[in-house]
Nanobody, 123 residues
Framework: QVQLVEAGGGLVQAGGSLRLSCAASGRISSIYKMGWFRQAPGKEREFVAQIFWSSGYTYYADSVKGRFAISRDGAKNTVYLQMNTLNSEDTAVYYC????????????????WGQGTQVTVSS
């Protein structure tokens, strides 16, 4: 089993920045990638970013390229999402996820999920 604990969500003004963190515990050896997804009210859950744990290879959704950055701290088993130049379309519940070796950026490619953290961007 893997447990994921998120932190860092909150209210931020448009144009501002926020950093989310996700600490993993449990069977860390089963984790090959970690990622972030988000879901706005009335919308489907969408992929945001992912990082392969060993290589550090990253992949982003087009909507956040150039604004968001995913990174990991191997010593702390923690993944981060640095969010810059936020706008109202970024308002959503953000979920941390961990999964196996598949390179899929879909939610079905992940096995473990955090509790979600609310990010609200005001204008």
């Amino acid at each position: 089993q893997v447990q994921l604990v998120e932190a860092g969500g909150g209210l931020v003004q448009a144009g501002g920045s926020l950093r989310l963190s996700c600490a993993a515990s449990g069977r860390i050896s089963s984790i090959y990638k970690m990622g972030w997804f988000r879901q706005a009210p009335g919308k489907e859950r969408e992929f945001v970013a992912q990082i392969f744990w060993s290589s550090g290879y990253t992949y982003y959704a087009d909507s956040v390229k150039g604004r968001f950055a995913i990174s990991r701290d191997g010593a702390k088993n923690t993944v981060y999402l640095q969010m810059n130049t936020l706008n109202s379309e970024d308002t959503a519940v953000y979920y941390c996820a961990a999964g196996g070796i598949t390179s899929s950026a879909r939610a079905s490619g992940y096995d473990y999920w955090g509790q979600g953290t609310q990010v609200t961007v005001s204008s």
